[in-house]
């Protein structure tokens, strides 16, 4: 089941440079992340992604960016693990704050 949140996350990152990318573009990818008190530990990275943000909501706050970078992460903690897609408004995932949209379980 996936549920939806738009919830506001403290991320830990790590540089990555995409293989063959002579360009020397370096984006941050997620590594823990937490989530209503609990420190979840990225496992694995499934997928990444650029979606378009909801402008009709977001009209206001959209500046220069109306795209946001999409993290499809397995993590976990003690507790078990999931399945969560976190989203930066930043190009490079450091300078703006981190949301997580969905998680599965």
């Given at each position: 089941?996936?549920?939806?949140?738009?919830?506001?996350?403290?991320?830990?990152?790590?540089?990555?440079?995409?293989?063959?990318?002579?360009?020397?573009?370096?984006?941050?990818?997620?590594?823990?992340?937490?989530?209503?008190?609990?420190i979840?530990?990225?496992?694995?990275?499934?997928?990444?992604?650029?979606?378009?943000?909801?402008?009709?909501?977001?009209?206001e706050?959209?500046?220069?960016?109306?795209?946001?970078?999409?993290?499809?992460?397995?993590?976990?903690?003690?507790?078990?693990?999931?399945?969560?897609?976190?989203?930066?408004?930043?190009?490079?995932?450091?300078?703006?704050?981190?949301?997580?949209?969905?998680a599965?379980?």
């Amino acid at each position: 089941m996936v549920r939806r949140y738009e919830e506001p996350v403290e991320v830990r990152v790590e540089a990555v440079v995409p293989a063959g990318d002579c360009s020397l573009a370096v984006r941050s990818r997620p590594r823990a992340f937490m989530w209503r008190g609990r420190i979840l530990v990225v496992r694995e990275v499934l997928d990444d992604w650029s979606e378009r943000r909801a402008w009709w909501r977001d009209l206001e706050d959209l500046g220069e960016r109306p795209e946001r970078h999409v993290w499809r992460v397995e993590a976990g903690s003690a507790a078990g693990t999931g399945v969560y897609d976190l989203a930066s408004d930043a190009a490079d995932g450091c300078s703006a704050p981190w949301v997580l949209l969905r998680a599965q379980d």
